[in-house]
């Protein structure tokens, strides 16, 4: 099993940036596909990004793409997520996931683990 915190969230102008963080602990040795997904108020959870274990597919939805990049330092056990050039309507609840094995995928269901999420909001 393993735990997720996610970190860096806040408040940040539309145009800024942040970089989440999403620290892995406990069955850290078990190969994970890793993901980010958003929930807005009154809406769905939905795909962010995701990135497999050894870092050679990774994949963003058409709604970030080219603003946001996914990475992880698997020495350090740890995701994160460049996010820039924010937007109002990114503004969410975003959680870290893993799933374990090497099958890349962008389906939140076929997720294991959750994190707790950390808010975002972009004012405008």
């Known amino acids: 099993q393993v735990q997720l915190v996610e970190s860096g969230g806040g408040l940040v102008q539309a145009g800024g940036s942040l970089r989440l963080s999403c620290a892995a602990s406990g069955r850290t040795d078990i190969t994970y596909t890793m993901g980010w997904f958003r929930q807005a108020p009154g809406k769905e959870r939905e795909f962010v990004a995701a990135?497999?274990?050894?870092?050679?597919?990774?994949g963003h939805s058409d709604s970030v793409k080219g603003r946001f990049t996914i990475s992880r330092d698997n020495d350090k056990s740890t995701l994160y997520l460049q996010m820039d050039s924010l937007k109002p309507e990114d503004t969410a609840v975003y959680y870290c996931?893993?799933?374990?094995?090497?099958?890349?995928?962008?389906?939140?269901?076929?997720?294991?683990?959750w994190g707790q999420g950390t808010q975002v909001t972009v004012s405008s």
């Open positions: 996931a893993a799933r374990s094995g090497v099958s890349y995928t962008e389906y939140a269901q076929l997720y294991n683990y």
């Open positions: 990135i497999d274990y050894l870092d050679t597919r990774t």
